[in-house]
């Protein structure tokens, strides 16, 4: 883990990104103790926060059970009745305000 006091972290913040962007952690310190920690992010925390937001708002539900996702990339693909366009179908859902 590398290792930063608050003034270099200041003063190198890019740098220390980048090595944060490589999946590095970087321990921040103030007068030689630990204050801070700057580790990678992992992305499925932030759709989860976000989703969380919505369903706290009322906008979404949350969902019952875990997606399988061999299993649906796997399911075959719905197919739209002759002389129907899946666009039209979303443009007139969008006019009547679904």
């Given at each position: 883990?590398?290792?930063?006091?608050?003034?270099?972290?200041?003063?190198?913040l890019?740098a220390?990104?980048?090595?944060?962007?490589?999946?590095?952690?970087?321990?921040?310190?103030?007068?030689?103790?630990?204050?801070?920690?700057?580790?990678?992010?992992d992305?499925?925390?932030?759709?989860?926060e976000?989703?969380?937001?919505l369903i706290e708002?009322?906008?979404?539900?949350?969902?019952r059970?875990?997606?399988?996702?061999?299993?649906?990339l796997?399911?075959?693909?719905p197919?739209?009745p002759?002389g129907?366009?899946?666009?039209?179908?979303?443009a007139?859902?969008?006019?009547?305000?679904?």
């Amino acid at each position: 883990m590398k290792r930063a006091s608050v003034s270099q972290a200041k003063n190198r913040l890019r740098a220390l990104l980048a090595v944060v962007r490589r999946g590095e952690t970087v321990l921040v310190t103030h007068r030689g103790k630990p204050v801070a920690q700057i580790c990678p992010i992992d992305a499925e925390s932030l759709i989860d926060e976000a989703a969380m937001d919505l369903i706290e708002e009322g906008i979404m539900n949350p969902p019952r059970m875990r997606l399988d996702l061999p299993s649906f990339l796997a399911a075959p693909r719905p197919r739209l009745p002759a002389g129907h366009s899946a666009s039209r179908s979303v443009a007139e859902e969008r006019n009547e305000g679904r």
